[in-house]
């Protein structure tokens, strides 16, 4: 079980622990929640979305300095 | 979980304020509505107008530019954007080219104004000559002055800039804390200006969360520029919008809260500080101030002075 996290530049593949939520997965690579908007499969999803198996994450940064 | 106003499974947003969760068609609207539905509330803009988008290339200014363009190709207004480059290596450049490519897919006038031309000055050679003020001050003063003059040039009857509630919240937070009433007095959904020389500015955004608008401009699809600008990172608004951003999480209503208690105040605000100023013409540049060189003008013989000090102190 794996899933692939895209986060600005950065891109590389995660085991996945089970019921991870969006909301967990920022929490652990320290990103704030209100600066990012986040998709799954290229589409955006909530803080509560459960991460599946081989799904492609991607943080997208929105809101820089504060 | 569904959309509360379709069913459709799929949403992309919760809004902790209201309880509301929307799929992505129906936050589009929902945005979309509460733009347009503001802007007709607060009469920010008529029928006939004339409307200069300050473009960026960011993310507030490419959003109202796609709302404000269902009045254009409904022919209700005039629609035109300028763009300024403030001279900041690589930062700017893409930018620039996302805004000029959402113009010419509107097929509306824009112009490229850089503050070299304008005051042989970029904002990096401002910055690197050690100036005594933040560069946000002078970005802002040189901003305003070559927004107002482009867009009275184009004929423009309003100026939109694309401020957010995230912005207006900041600010309302930053003038009080400094004690600066009379920049409180400013802030609001449209300006009033003393003179004619200065063009409408008004801000359609200005109840929307910033994080909203990043929503809008990737459910939307549309390119827009998302980094930091480098010089922001140590200003005092920044420290401010981190601490209105913690307060938010256990209180999601305080940005709207602020900016209601706020409008209702600044009426007498308003009435207690009415500046009363006479406005001249800047000697030096002939634009509307109320002293008798303009901000713009007195900044930049300040940091030509300061160049020149520099070499001197170089040299010798
Ligand atoms: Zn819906
Ligand atoms: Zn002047």
């Given at each position: 079980?794996q ?5 600005g ?15 967990k ?13 986040v ?5 955006i999803?909530?803080?509560e ?6 799904d ?11 | 979980?569904?959309?509360?106003r ?31 539905k503001?802007?007709r ?13 300050a473009?960026s290339?960011g ?11 269902s ?11 300028i ?37 042989n ?8 000559s050690?100036p ?32 957010n ?14 004690g ?17 020389n ?6 359609p ?22 980094a930091?600008c480098p ?30 208690g706020?409008?209702?105040i ?6 207690e ?25 007195l900044?930049?013989?300040?940091i ?13």
């Amino acid at each position: 079980m794996q899933f692939t996290l895209i986060n600005g530049e950065k891109k590389e593949t995660k085991p996945l622990k089970k019921n991870l939520t969006i909301k967990k997965l920022l929490d652990e690579i320290e990103t704030p929640l209100e600066t990012v908007v986040v998709k799954k499969n290229g589409e955006i999803v909530i803080e509560e979305e459960i991460i599946q198996d081989e799904d492609i994450i991607e943080v997208i940064h929105i809101i820089y300095g504060g | 979980m569904k959309c509360t106003r379709c069913d459709k499974a799929e949403i992309i947003i919760e809004r902790k304020h209201s309880g509301q969760r929307l799929c992505i068609e129906c936050f589009i609207l929902s945005i979309q509505k509460k733009v347009l539905k503001d802007i007709r509330k607060q009469k920010l803009i008529e029928k006939g107008d004339r409307v200069a988008v300050a473009l960026s290339g960011g993310k507030d200014s490419v959003t109202v530019l796609d709302i404000l363009n269902s009045l254009y190709e409904r022919k209700i207004i005039d629609l035109m954007a300028i763009t300024i480059d403030e001279g900041i290596q690589g930062y700017r450049d893409e930018a620039i080219q996302i805004a000029a490519k959402h113009a010419q897919q509107l097929g509306i006038k824009h112009r490229i104004v850089s503050f070299k031309e304008c005051f042989n000055l970029s904002l990096d050679e401002i910055m690197a000559s050690d100036p005594s003020r933040g560069a946000c001050t002078y970005c802002g003063v040189l901003r305003r002055w070559i927004i107002n003059k482009t867009a009275r040039e184009m004929g423009a009857t309003k100026i939109v800039t694309g401020h957010n509630l995230d912005d207006e919240t900041q600010s309302i937070l930053m003038n009080y804390l400094e004690g600066n009433i009379d920049n409180l007095t400013r802030i609001g959904a449209r300006t009033f200006p003393a003179s004619d020389n200065f063009v409408v500015k008004i801000k359609p955004l200005r109840e929307i969360p910033e994080k909203e608008v990043g929503i809008y401009v990737l459910a939307r699809n549309l390119e827009a520029h998302f980094a930091g600008c480098p010089y922001s990172r140590d200003s005092f608004r920044a420290e401010i919008a981190q601490i209105v951003k913690d307060l938010s999480k256990n209180h999601p209503t305080i940005m709207y809260s602020t900016l209601r208690g706020f409008d209702k105040i600044k009426i007498a605000l308003k009435k207690e500080y009415s500046p009363g100023f006479n406005l001249k013409n800047c000697i030096n540049c002939g634009e509307p101030s109320a002293q008798k060189l303009c901000r713009a003008c007195l900044f930049c013989r300040e940091i030509e002075k300061h160049i020149h000090r520099n070499k001197f102190n170089a040299n010798y």
